[in-house]
């Protein structure tokens, strides 16, 4: 099968690709515009594979989308493009609406034409799969409530507003074109080639540089964690096995306070990396509280209990492995990060 991914070269759409080129036999387009987010040498393992190809195409120009779709004639699109740092959304809300509610309605549009002149069977086969957050939800007060897929839509920040409305618009042109669609609904992910602006890789690159480790308010807010190769495999499964129609919550069952993340890096980088930049004697002695992010959400946590049962995923890391393997790859891959680093990003975190 074809597969379009969009937003290949990010975070998450990365480990979707080399995913499928290493674990599969299925062909593969990224679609990326290639933002400050979107990075090619995270796909330098499998970018000389034949069933790999990359095209520049900004969602935001849906006639450059039209063209690609006809080109390439995909059986399965996966949409992760987004603009998807809430603090950057905070500070500049344009571009999030344009890239993700608008690139969407593009892309959704783009989708329908093409759809409509698939024979029967492959119209039916066909996927458009959207790929969104649980901060559509809003966030949680009690300690035993989870976001089902039927929890009602309340979201806080420009970023989720922005993914609650391309979300409506993707199960709309399932419901009103007959388009198959699938959604998923998928908590923080972890793990390699992470854009050091996002708290987990920011906290490892400042350790590593004796730079102050910054906790938005007390650090209390709770994260539910999943491992970025357990999304991409998660993923994968709903796209080539997902009902149409059908809404899909990913989940780690690893809640984990921004606290508890931090102090955990900290004590995983004094076994790993014991020796540490002049002057600082613990890592942790670096953490620093913050000024609380506006509308800062307390608790996010998915019920994964549907996926589970209905198409037999689960994650394979616990927080504790998972987060072992993130630190000690940012240890190895020093190449990946300081060439981020170098370009325009300089361990500045927004908000600050
Ligand atoms: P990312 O910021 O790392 O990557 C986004 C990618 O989209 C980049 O490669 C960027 O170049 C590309 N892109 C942005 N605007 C574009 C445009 N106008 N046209 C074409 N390409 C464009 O994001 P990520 O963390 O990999 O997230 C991927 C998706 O998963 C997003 O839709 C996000 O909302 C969702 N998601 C993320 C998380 C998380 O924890 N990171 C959790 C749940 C859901």
Redesign the pocket.
Known sequence: MKFLV????????SAVIRHLINETDHAVIN?????Y???LNSLDSISQNKRYTFTK????NAAAIEEAIKKYRPDIIMH??????VDRSIDGPDDFI??NII?TFNLLEATRKFHSTLPKERQQQFRFHH????EVYGDLESTDELFTENTPYSPSSPYSAS?ASSDHLVRAWGRTYNLPIVVTN????YGPFH?PE?LIPHVILNALQGKSLPVYGTGSQIRDWLYVEDHARALITVATQGEANETYNIGGHNEKSNLTVVETICSLLEELSPKKPVGVQYYRDLITFVKDRPGHDQRYAIDATKIQKELNWEPTETFESGIRKTVQWYLENEDWWLSVLNGDYRLERLGN
């Open positions: 969009t937003g290949g070269a990010g975070f998450i759409g679609l990326d515009c290639l933002t987010a979107g990075n195409v900004d969602l935001r992760l493009a987004a603009e998807s740092h344009q890239t690139g790929i969104s957050t649980d993914k998928c908590s923080n992910n854009f996002k």
